[in-house]
C-alpha cells in the first residue's frame, strides 16, 4: 500500500512538474505576471484539460474493448471528432460552441460505433479486426477532412495544424467547454468502471454477473466521444497519450479500472502540459504541433518501455 | 503529291512558329507573362485568374499536380514553372518539355530579376527591362519620408496564426511600404507563430492577408497589442497582390502605405 501511495506522490510530482514547466517556459524569455497569468496559465489549463480527456478516453476504450491496442486516435473517434469540428467550422459554427460541441461529439460516436460494427462479426470481435476497421474509419474521417480542406484552398495550413494536433490559444470560453466536456465524459464512464472491470472477464461472464454488456458499451462509447469531442475541440487530433496514458499507468498501477480512470487522466494531462511547453519553446517564435511532438518523442519511449517490460502489460 | 503536301505543311507550320506558345504554371509568372506583352499565353494553371485574359485559356492543373499528358500534347516551346521544380520538372522533362524554372522571389529585387529572366526566355527582353526599371521607380517614389516612426506589422497569412517571416516577399513589401514585419528577423519564410511572441512584439497594425475573420479581441491579453487595442486590423480587398510576386507589387505597396498612413 505504501509503495502505491509513493507511485501516486511520483505521478502527481510528474504532473505539478509539467504544470510549472508549461507556465514558466515559453517563447519568450519572459517572467512578467501578466504573461504568465494570462496566457501561459490559460492555455497550460487548456492543455490539461485536453490530455486528461485523451487519457480518460483511453482508458475507457482499451477498458470496454478489452482490446490493448484500443485508442480514441486508432480506433477513428478522434479523426470522427475532427471531422465534425471541420463541418462545423464550414458551417459557420464557431469553436467554443454548442453546436460545435455537438457535431464534434456526433462524428467521435459515429466514427467509433461504426469501426466497432464493423469489426463485430457473431457476436465476437477481434482485436485485430478491431484496429483495423478503426484504422480505416480513420483514415476515411483523415481523407474527407484534407478534401474538405482542399476543396476550400485557402485554410490547409491551419486545417494541416489542425490534424496534427496543436493546443488551441483561447479565452475562457474555450477552458469552460472543455472543463464541461472532461466532467460530462468522466460522468459518463467513473459509474462504470466496475463494470468495466467485469467486463474484462468477458461478455458473457458480465452477462452472468448481472450486467448488460451492451448497454455498458454504449455508455462507455458515448462517454469516451464525449471526451475526444473535448480533446479534439480544445487541441485538434493529439495522438499517442490516449494510447500510451493507460498503458504506462497499468503498469504502474495495476488493471483496476477505477483508479486507472484517475491516474490515466491525470498522467494524460501532465503529458499534454510538457508537450505543449515544448511546443512553444523548441523552435520559438514559431510553434510546432504537439502531436507531432507527442508521435516524435512519445512513440520510441512507448516502444522501450513495451520492450523492456513486455510482461507487465495488459 | 509530295511537293503540294509538303508546301501545305510549310504554310501551316509558319505562322505557328512565329508566335511563341509559352504555358505558365504559377499565378505569378502569368502576370508577368502578360505584363510583358507575351500573351495570349497557351496554357495556364487552375490558380491563374490575372490578368482577366486568363479566363479563357486552358487551365492545364497546377505546378504540384501540372496535366502533364495535356501539357505534353500541347507541345509548348517553353512551360515555366517554380523553383519547386524536383517531380513537377523530371516529369515534364521526360515527355520531351521545355520546362525551365523560375526562382522563387523572396524580395522586391528578386522580382525584377525574374520580370528580366522570363523577359530573356520568352523573346521580350525590351519590354521586360523596361518594366524592370518602371517598377523599381514608382516603389523608389513610394518610399517613406525618413525620420518618420515605423510602424510595426504582423502579417496574418492564414489562420491559426500563420505568419510570415524575413525571408518571405510580403516581408519585402511590408518594408517597401513604410512598416516592419514584426518577424522580419525571423529567417523563416511562413510559419505558424506563437500568440505570446505576438504579444511580446505588439505590432502596431494586423494586415490580414486570409479571408478567416479571426476574433483577435477573443486572444488572451489582446486589449494589450498596440493593434487590436486600437482597431488597426486591416483587412485588404485582394491579397493577391501582396502574396504573388508580380508587376502588381507597386498597387500592393501603394495600398498598404496608404492604410498604413491613414490611420496613424
Known sequence: MKNVKFKYFLLCAGVLAACAAGIFSGPTASLDADILLRLRLPRTALAALAGAALGACGCAMQGVLRNPLADPYIMGTSAGAGLGAVIALALGLANPGLGFYLLACLGAFGATAFAYFMARSGGRTSPASLVLS????????????????????????????????????????????????????????????????????????????????????????????????????????????????????????????????????????????????????????????????????????????????????? | MRVIFTLAMLLCCGPCRAAQSIVSLLPSNTEILYAIGAGPLAGVSNFCDYPPETASVPKLGDLLAPNVEKIALMKPDLVLGGQNKTATAARLRKMGVNFIAIPDAATLADLEKNIILIGKLSGRERRALELAEQIRREIAALKPEPGKKIPSVYVEADQSLWTAGGRSYISDIVEKAGG??????????????????????????????????????????????????????????????????SPRAVLAIRELAGLLNEKR
Open chain 1, 134 to 314: 478503426g484504422v480505416m474509419v480513420s483514415s476515411f474521417c483523415g481523407a474527407l477532412i484534407l478534401f474538405f480542406v482542399l476543396a476550400r484552398q485557402r485554410e490547409s495550413f491551419s486545417a494541416l495544424i489542425f490534424i496534427m494536433g496543436s493546443v488551441n490559444e483561447g479565452g475562457p470560453a474555450q477552458l469552460i467547454g472543455a472543463a464541461a466536456l472532461l466532467l460530462l465524459g468522466l460522468a459518463f464512464i467513473a459509474p462504470i468502471t466496475r463494470g468495466l472491470d467485469a467486463l474484462s472477464l468477458g461478455e458473457e461472464k458480465a452477462f452472468y454477473l448481472g450486467l448488460e454488456p451492451e448497454k455498458l458499451k454504449l455508455r462507455a462509447f458515448l462517454g469516451a466521444s464525449i471526451l475526444a469531442c473535448g480533446a479534439v475541440s480544445a487541441a485538434g487530433t493529439v495522438g499517442f497519450i490516449g494510447l500510451a496514458a493507460p498503458h504506462l499507468m497499468r503498469a504502474f498501477f495495476g488493471p483496476g479500472n477505477r483508479r486507472l480512470l484517475l491516474v490515466s487522466s491525470l498522467f494524460g494531462a501532465g503529458a499534454l502540459m510538457a508537450l505543449d511547453a515544448a511546443a512553444r519553446t523548441v523552435l520559438a517564435p514559431a510553434e510546432v504541433p504537439a502531436g507531432v511532438l507527442a508521435a516524435l518523442g512519445g512513440a520510441p519511449f512507448f516502444l522501450y518501455l513495451l520492450k523492456r517490460n513486455r510482461h507487465e502489460f495488459f
Open chain 2, 180 to 245: 516592419r514585419n514584426i518577424f522580419a528577423d525571423e529567417n523563416k519564410s511562413y510559419f505558424k507563430a506563437s500568440w505570446e511572441s505576438i504579444v511580446a512584439r505588439n505590432p502596431d497594425y494586423i494586415l490580414v492577408l486570409s479571408r478567416a475573420k479571426t476574433d483577435y479581441s477573443a486572444l488572451p491579453m489582446s486589449a494589450e497589442v498596440n493593434a487590436v487595442r486600437n482597431g488597426r486590423i486591416l483587412p485588404v480587398p485582394d491579397a493577391n497582390i501582396y502574396l504573388r510576386p
